[in-house]
């Protein structure tokens, strides 16, 4: 499968405990996206990365979140001390550069108790 | 905001039926994209029509676009049940996309 994977498909967790997702884009692409996704709503810009770069993020990424892409191929997304209102789908996406259209991965659901 | 609404919240027509749904916006775009989400699933990548364009066809889906009105609308012709889904019109301007609330769409067999 060459889409954008993520890891794990599901996540519960206590609320306080920190958690991390990891998304593998594309593998030729060099923009990668983070976004957040309530239900009955669409999803919500976090942040995006070009190549190792994190070149945008959203008021809505609080100092409890940080995303990294180390090597500017996989990314990690960490929540720290989570919250109830942390429960969300959590989407990635890639793209190219040249190229307007994102692919989307299939989500990591968490849910937090 | 950028960010687009889509209009109805929610649609349900029989199969055979047309469906068409609309997304309206506030600000410039370069572009406006369509995306299909099953249930529980990641968004599926539809169709984008640039700022400079009015009108695009892809197999059963036809997308029209009107800078004036700030507006899309997205037909999908000849409904089938596996196109039950959440439809969403995302704006896109200098890298950045925004997603509306999007369209529940319902196809009875």
């Known amino acids: 499968d060459t889409g954008v994977s993520q890891n794990p498909r599901h996540k519960i967790t206590k609320r306080g405990q920190n958690v991390t997702f990891r998304c593998d884009p594309i593998?030729?692409?060099?923009?990668l996206y983070w976004y957040r996704q309530t239900l009955g709503q669409g999803p919500e810009f976090l942040t995006y990365?070009?190549?190792?770069?994190?070149?945008?993020k959203s008021r809505l990424l609080s100092d409890r979140f940080s995303a990294e892409r180390p090597k500017g191929s996989f990314s990690t997304l960490e929540i720290q001390r989570t919250e109830q209102g942390d429960s969300a789908m959590y989407l990635c996406a890639s793209s190219l550069v040249t190229e307007e259209t994102q692919y989307f991965g299939p989500g990591t659901r968490l849910l937090v108790l | 905001s950028q960010q687009g609404e889509e209009d109805p919240q929610a649609l349900s027509i029989q199969e055979g039926e047309n469906a068409t749904m609309n997304c309206s916006y506030k600000?410039?775009?370069?572009?406006l994209q369509w995306y299909r989400q099953n249930s529980g699933r990641g968004l599926v990548h539809l169709i984008l029509i640039r700022s400079n364009e009015r009108e695009k066809h892809s197999g059963r889906l036809r997308v029209t676009l009107d800078t004036s009105k700030k507006s899309s609308s997205l037909l999908i012709t000849a409904s089938r049940a596996a196109d039950t889904a959440s439809y969403f019109c995302?704006?896109?301007?200098?890298?950045?996309?925004?997603f509306g609330a999007g369209t529940r769409l319902t196809v009875k067999p």
């Open positions: 600000t410039s775009i370069n572009n």
């Open positions: 593998s030729e692409h060099n923009r």
């Open positions: 990365f070009q190549n190792e770069a994190q070149l945008e």
């Open positions: 995302a704006t896109g301007l200098n890298n950045d996309m925004r």
